[in-house]
C-alpha cells in the first residue's frame, strides 16, 4: 500500500510538472504507464529542477525589464516611521496584493526617509511573483517620452509601459517640469487609472504639485486619478544618509 502511495504521488506530481512545462501529455504518459519507482522519482526530480530553473529565468527577465536603480528588499527594512491609513498596512506591498487589486501608492516624506528604498522592494517582491514592473524617475520618463514623441516613437514607449502592472515614478517634484512633458506624463497617469498599480515617491504635498508642471487642473485631474483607488503614505524622521553619513563621524578640524 505504501509503494502503491508513493507511485500515485509521484505520478500526480509529474502530471502537474508537465503541464507546467508544457510537455507533450504522451511524455507523462508513457512514464506512468512503464516507469519504475525509481524511474519516476528521477524524472519527477528533473521535471521540478527544471520548472525552477524557468521560474528563476523568468523573475531575473522581469527584474532587469523593470531597470530598478539597485535591487532593494524588505529584508531589515523598518517601516516604524511610516503613517499608514487605518485600513492599509505594509503586509499588503509585501505580498503584492495591492498591485492585484490595482491600487495606488504615494510616498510622501522628507528626502532620505526610504520611499525609494520601500518602492523598489515593492516592485522586486512583484517581480518575484511573476509580475510585470517598470521603474523611472520622473525626469527620465518625461525625457524618455519627449524624445519617443519627437521621433515617431511615442506609441511604442507606451506599450510597454502598458504591459507592467505596477508602474513605479520616483522622485516627483524634483525637476519643473515644462507643458509638454507635464502633458506626456499626464497622459500615462490617466491611462494606468484602474489598469495598473502605480507608486509615486515625492516630498511635495499635493498643493504643491502644479508648481511642478505649471498647471493646476492637471496636477488636481493627476490626483484626483492616484487616490481614487489608492493611499497616501507619510514618511517621518531624518534622512537615513544623513544619519549614516561618514562626514558626520569625522571630527571637525579646529
Known sequence: MIKQNQRAAACAEIQTLSRKLMLSSQLSETCLEKGTQKQLDFVRDLFAEEAARREQNKINRLLKKASFPCIKTFENYEANKIAFPDDFSLESIRDSSFVCD????????????????????????????????????????????????????????????????????????????????????????????????????????????????????????????????GYLLVFQGESYRMTHALMRRDTPPG
Open 102 to 229: 490595482k491600487l495606488n501608492l504615494v510616498l510622501y516624506g522628507p528626502v532620505g526617509t526610504g520611499k525609494t528604498h520601500l518602492a523598489v522592494a515593492a516592485g522586486v517582491a512583484a517581480c518575484r511573483l511573476g509580475m510585470s514592473v517598470r521603474f523611472y524617475t520622473v525626469a527620465s520618463l518625461v525625457r524618455l517620452l519627449s524624445t519617443a514623441s519627437k521621433n515617431g516613437k511615442l506609441d511604442k514607449v507606451i506599450r510597454d509601459i502598458q504591459q507592467a502592472q505596477l508602474l513605479i515614478l520616483d522622485e516627483w517634484g524634483y525637476v519643473p517640469i515644462d507643458t509638454e512633458g507635464a502633458r506626456l506624463l499626464f497622459q500615462i497617469v490617466s491611462d494606468c487609472y484602474e489598469c495598473r498599480s502605480v507608486i509615486i515617491t515625492t516630498n511635495l504635498e499635493f498643493s504643491r504639485w502644479g508648481t511642478v508642471i505649471s498647471d493646476q487642473q492637471m496636477a488636481a485631474a493627476m490626483i484626483d486619478r492616484l487616490i481614487h483607488h
